[in-house]
């Protein structure tokens, strides 16, 4: 057997057996798969699918191809939550240090930005000297120390899923089902989280367009982890709409750090119900006693003392939760104003892609982030606005016509309102 013997299979929509899948995987992890055979086969995954038992197979063995962190002795439960990506989605920011802060431990491994999305690792590094780049026995210290670490995977944690994710990055193979799901699923089964809650996106700016798909990739990733032994749920979502205030990394943090101080917003309602629905998980108790302890914890400042905490543990100066100096927006400034009265409707795929044009995405793997660039909004999709009122401001270094272009035109007016919904569905059972 060798590489393109697996890679033909799949092109004819051959159904992979543990054997080849195993092969494969060990190939990528070990780098004798080159990045052009990753795509190749990523390629004609896309194109052909899987059936649940392949995908189930290829998450397995994604999941081996690295350590897994083993369950430390830590009294109580510890949860985990994932987004498939969004836009101004920095829930994470939120969630993570509101569940700690409740005595929930959140052992989390993010991702960096794919596509026109932004990264939680990206967001984090916004902090001057933030380590991501723990090795298991770090993260789970810290976990261990103040109940809750957010890192990056290391090569020893899911080696294949780095890099099959890296090529799905720039070869258009993103939106593929059995791709998300294998690649989140290898990475949340690679933790010791006892909960883990999936947060699919659906939508304009998302790779699941419909509800329909959202679920299907929701219900897939849920019975693979009860397959696997863990206690899965998902939330389909909605992700028309930039979910917070800001696109762009310092923005962000700027925006999450105020919904930790009390901020109410698309943001704060998202993650406070992802929180609460951890919690009730974790705690055995009551939606409503979840959510009253959720704003609780907000309106005691014990998450944003927490969040400080964990910037503090991964090397960050948490300082600049305070100061928004240390997280300087890019020094010029663009307007963008509304071109007729109504009922404002934003395009979060449009914004996404305009803050990457400014340099604050990546084309490449290898490319940097700009952390300082990136469009705040002033108003939010579905109020009404008059003519001529400013809507946003693009912070930028360099002139970016498609940027420009792109931002203005995400803003559009609708005669009438219409009525737009956070969350789609929760999946308890798969």
């Known amino acids: 057997m060798?590489?393109?013997?697996?890679?033909?299979?799949?092109?004819?929509?051959?159904?992979?057996s543990e054997a080849q899948t195993e092969f494969f995987v060990r190939a990528v992890a070990e780098g004798s798969a080159s990045d052009a055979q990753i795509a190749a086969f990523c390629m004609a995954v896309c194109m052909g699918g899987m059936?649940?038992?392949?995908?189930?197979?290829?998450?397995?063995?994604?999941?081996?191809?690295?350590k897994v962190a083993p369950r430390p002795a830590i009294a109580g439960v510890c949860a985990d939550k994932h987004s498939t990506g969004g836009v101004s989605d920095s829930t994470t920011l939120v969630l993570v240090p509101v569940l700690a802060s409740l005595g929930v431990c959140c052992a989390k491994y993010s991702g960096r930005g794919l596509g026109h999305t932004g990264g939680t690792l990206d967001k984090l590094e916004s902090f001057p000297g933030l380590r991501v780049d723990l090795t298991p026995a770090q993260f789970e210290a810290q976990v261990r120390r103040i109940g809750a670490a957010v890192a990056g995977q290391t090569g020893e944690v899911v080696?294949?899923?780095k890099r099959m994710y890296a090529v799905r990055d720039v070869t258009a193979t993103i939106d593929s089902i059995p791709l998300i799901a294998s690649s989140v699923m290898?990475?949340?089964?690679?933790?010791?989280?006892?909960?883990?809650?999936?947060?699919?996106?659906?939508?304009?700016?998302?790779?699941?367009?419909?509800?329909?798909?959202?679920?299907?990739?929701?219900?897939?990733?849920?019975?693979i982890g009860r397959r696997a032994g863990r206690r899965v749920l998902a939330a389909v979502t909605a992700m028309d709409s930039p979910l917070g205030d800001a696109v762009g990394c310092n923005a962000e943090v700027r925006d999450a750090v105020e919904v930790l101080r009390g901020k109410e917003n698309g943001l704060s309602a998202l993650s406070l119900f992802l929180a609460s629905v951890l919690l009730r998980q974790a705690k055995g108790i009551s939606a409503a006693e979840a959510e009253e302890a959720v704003r609780a914890c907000i309106a005691s400042g014990a998450a944003f003392g927490k969040f400080k905490e964990i910037v503090a543990a991964q090397g960050g100066d948490a300082r600049a939760a305070?100061?928004?100096?240390?997280?300087?927006?890019?020094?010029?400034?663009?307007?963008?104003?509304?071109?007729?009265?109504?009922?404002?409707?934003?395009?979060a795929l449009a914004l996404g892609r305009a803050c990457a044009a400014l340099g604050g995405g990546r084309k490449r793997p290898e490319d940097g982030i700009d952390h300082a660039v990136g469009i705040v909004l002033h108003r939010r999709a579905g109020?009404?606005?008059?003519?001529?009122?400013l809507l946003a401001q693009i912070y930028y270094r360099e002139k970016s016509e498609e940027a420009f272009?792109?931002?203005?035109?995400?803003?559009?007016?609708?005669?009438?309102p219409r009525e737009g919904r956070l969350v789609y569905s929760l999946i308890e059972e798969a």
Do not use: W
Not at 3 to 8: G, K, L, S, T
Not at 322 to 347: C, K
């Open 2 to 16: 060798n590489v393109c013997d697996v890679i033909e299979a799949k092109k004819r929509r051959e159904e992979l």
């Open 51 to 66: 059936t649940d038992e392949e995908c189930a197979r290829l998450t397995f063995a994604m999941q081996r191809s690295g």
């Open 159 to 161: 080696p294949a899923d």
């Open 186 to 223: 290898s990475k949340k089964l690679a933790s010791f989280a006892d909960v883990i809650l999936l947060d699919v996106k659906c939508g304009e700016g998302a790779f699941m367009r419909t509800p329909e798909e959202a679920e299907k990739l929701a219900r897939l990733m849920v019975r």
């Open 322 to 347: 305070d100061d928004f100096s240390l997280l300087p927006l890019a020094p010029r400034v663009r307007e963008v104003r509304s071109g007729a009265a109504g009922y404002l409707t934003v395009s």
């Open 383 to 389: 109020e009404f606005v008059h003519k001529g009122e």
């Open 405 to 416: 272009a792109l931002a203005e035109g995400a803003f559009g007016t609708r005669a009438q």
